[in-house]
């Protein structure tokens, strides 16, 4: 460490989980919109979705609500219904399978990398053969209940876990060899790279979300990016109760949602966007600061990126807990400490509602319950001082040493 840092309880209540990295810019682009009368479908949502096309390279690019908005609209354009099969991954955040509940989809899971958490392409592979062949095999790769071999396999969606892409070369092959959509969870990953290629532009759809913790923030919001006409067009009407292109007011062509980006949001976006770079380096330096002090510590392991990773947009740092220390133990050290932590995360296939409905249990996915039980988020923001992260690894160091 470069200095040791004095710990005090009003100091340590002054780190927050996470902080969104907010200027006097965007401060006075939402003032300026509240002075206008568009807030709602105005020209901030134009440019903000102007900015993503250019960022990105897509043709398409459309402003929701959230990030779960949307990936569920990209299933309603990957023609996904009830009884399809779409293969992911248990160790993420639940709206990356709740989204096909929602349509009566399966999530079907297989389990993930050790080194990055991310979804294990080879897995995929022998999922996607398996279960294509309605034969005895496909049991294996099936929840037991609420499901049957005869389904068919439609889509394949890969999460990038907390900012790091996942292998998406290798996911875009299977894709391409079984006939499959690929919906690509970029929620946690704007501006990360994979082989010198911007995450959420690999798939068929990829989807960005602005939640106040992550890289960018808008309050509430997310964006769908494509290059596919026909499912833009889709996804433009259904984020706005189903209305058309060409429709009159209060005509909607299709059943669809409230699911608009306001241009309060879009307002906070555009000025976030424009400083992506900044943020994304910013977040960088706190994440070099932890790795730099934490690396020494016996019972840690610090986050590792993978070659592929050629630009990683850190959105959390998460640390594991070596085998045999127990993470919770860790996690109250700190709280008594007044360091705050999360559990990043929790398998999906393990939460009580996905228990009930699809039978799943404790040894399932042991690399998704591996990862469960052993990583655990510490504060992180680009707007921490390196002696807030002084003050937190000093906690760590502190509480280590106490469970030896």
Request: proline content about 5%.
């Given at each position: 460490?470069?200095?040791?840092?004095?710990?005090?309880?009003?100091?340590?209540?002054?780190?927050?989980?996470?902080?969104?990295?907010?200027?006097?810019?965007?401060?006075?682009?939402?003032?300026?919109?509240?002075?206008?009368?568009?807030?709602?479908m105005g020209p901030q949502i134009k440019a903000f979705e102007e900015a993503f096309r250019k960022l990105t390279g897509c043709k398409h690019a459309i402003g929701v609500n959230s990030g779960?908005?949307?990936?569920?609209?990209?299933?309603?354009?990957?023609?996904?219904?009830?009884?399809?099969?779409?293969?992911?991954?248990?160790?993420?955040?639940?709206?990356?399978?709740?989204?096909?509940?929602?349509?009566?989809?399966?999530?079907?899971?297989?389990?993930?990398?050790?080194?990055?958490?991310?979804?294990?392409?080879?897995?995929?592979?022998?999922?996607?053969?398996?279960?294509?062949?309605?034969?005895?095999?496909?049991?294996?790769?099936?929840?037991?209940?609420?499901?049957?071999?005869?389904?068919?396999?439609?889509?394949?969606?890969?999460?990038?876990?907390?900012?790091?892409?996942?292998?998406?070369?290798?996911?875009?092959?299977?894709?391409?060899?079984?006939?499959?959509?690929?919906?690509?969870?970029?929620?946690?990953?704007?501006?990360?790279?994979?082989?010198?290629?911007?995450?959420?532009?690999?798939?068929?759809?990829?989807?960005?979300?602005?939640?106040?913790?992550?890289?960018?923030?808008?309050?509430?919001?997310?964006?769908?990016?494509?290059?596919?006409?026909?499912?833009?067009?889709?996804?433009?009407?259904?984020?706005?109760?189903?209305?058309?292109?060409?429709?009159?007011?209060?005509?909607?062509?299709?059943?669809?949602?409230?699911?608009?980006?306001?241009?309060?949001?879009?307002?906070?976006?555009?000025?976030?966007?424009?400083?992506?770079?900044?943020?994304?380096?910013?977040?960088?330096?706190?994440?070099?600061?932890?790795?730099?002090?934490?690396?020494?510590?016996?019972?840690?392991?610090?986050?590792?990126?993978?070659?592929?990773?050629?630009?990683?947009?850190?959105?959390?740092?998460?640390?594991?807990?070596?085998?045999?220390?127990?993470?919770?133990?860790?996690?109250?050290?700190?709280?008594s400490r007044g360091i705050p932590s999360r559990p990043y995360f929790i398998p999906i296939h393990l939460q009580p509602y996905m228990k009930e409905r699809f039978g799943y249990r404790e040894?399932?996915?042991?690399?998704?319950?591996?990862?469960?039980?052993?990583?655990?988020?510490?504060?992180?923001?680009?707007?921490?001082?390196?002696?807030?992260?002084?003050?937190?690894?000093?906690?760590?160091?502190?509480?280590?040493?106490?469970?030896?």
């Amino acid at each position: 460490m470069t200095s040791k840092a004095k710990i005090t309880t009003t100091d340590t209540f002054k780190i927050p989980m996470s902080s969104p990295d907010i200027t006097e810019a965007e401060r006075h682009s939402i003032y300026e919109v509240i002075q206008s009368p568009n807030l709602s479908m105005g020209p901030q949502i134009k440019a903000f979705e102007e900015a993503f096309r250019k960022l990105t390279g897509c043709k398409h690019a459309i402003g929701v609500n959230s990030g779960t908005s949307g990936l569920h609209l990209c299933v309603h354009a990957a023609g996904i219904e009830e009884g399809d099969i779409v293969i992911t991954t248990p160790f993420s955040f639940v709206s990356s399978s709740n989204v096909m509940l929602f349509e009566r989809a399966i999530p079907v899971f297989v389990d993930v990398e050790p080194s990055t958490g991310n979804i294990d392409s080879q897995l995929i592979q022998l999922a996607v053969k398996d279960l294509s062949s309605n034969e005895v095999s496909a049991n294996s790769w099936l929840p037991r209940l609420g499901t049957s071999n005869k389904k068919k396999v439609k889509a394949i969606l890969p999460v990038h876990i907390y900012g790091q892409p996942a292998d998406m070369d290798s996911i875009q092959k299977i894709a391409k060899d079984f006939n499959l959509k690929v919906i690509e969870d970029a929620c946690e990953a704007v501006g990360s790279e994979y082989k010198g290629r911007k995450a959420g532009t690999l798939g068929d759809y990829g989807v960005f979300a602005f939640y106040p913790n992550k890289q960018i923030t808008t309050g509430e919001g997310g964006m769908i990016v494509t290059d596919d006409d026909t499912a833009a067009n889709l996804m433009f009407a259904l984020r706005n109760q189903g209305r058309a292109p060409g429709d009159i007011w209060l005509q909607h062509t299709f059943l669809g949602y409230n699911y608009r980006l306001g241009e309060l949001n879009s307002a906070l976006g555009n000025i976030q966007l424009s400083r992506l770079a900044e943020i994304i380096e910013k977040r960088e330096v706190v994440a070099n600061w932890y790795d730099e002090r934490l690396k020494h510590i016996p019972g840690i392991e610090i986050p590792s990126v993978v070659p592929h990773t050629t630009r990683m947009s850190w959105f959390v740092y998460v640390i594991r807990t070596e085998p045999g220390i127990n993470r919770e133990n860790v996690s109250q050290g700190l709280k008594s400490r007044g360091i705050p932590s999360r559990p990043y995360f929790i398998p999906i296939h393990l939460q009580p509602y996905m228990k009930e409905r699809f039978g799943y249990r404790e040894g399932d996915f042991p690399i998704s319950e591996d990862l469960g039980k052993r990583s655990l988020a510490i504060p992180f923001s680009g707007v921490m001082t390196e002696n807030q992260v002084d003050i937190v690894c000093e906690a760590l160091k502190d509480t280590f040493k106490e469970l030896e």
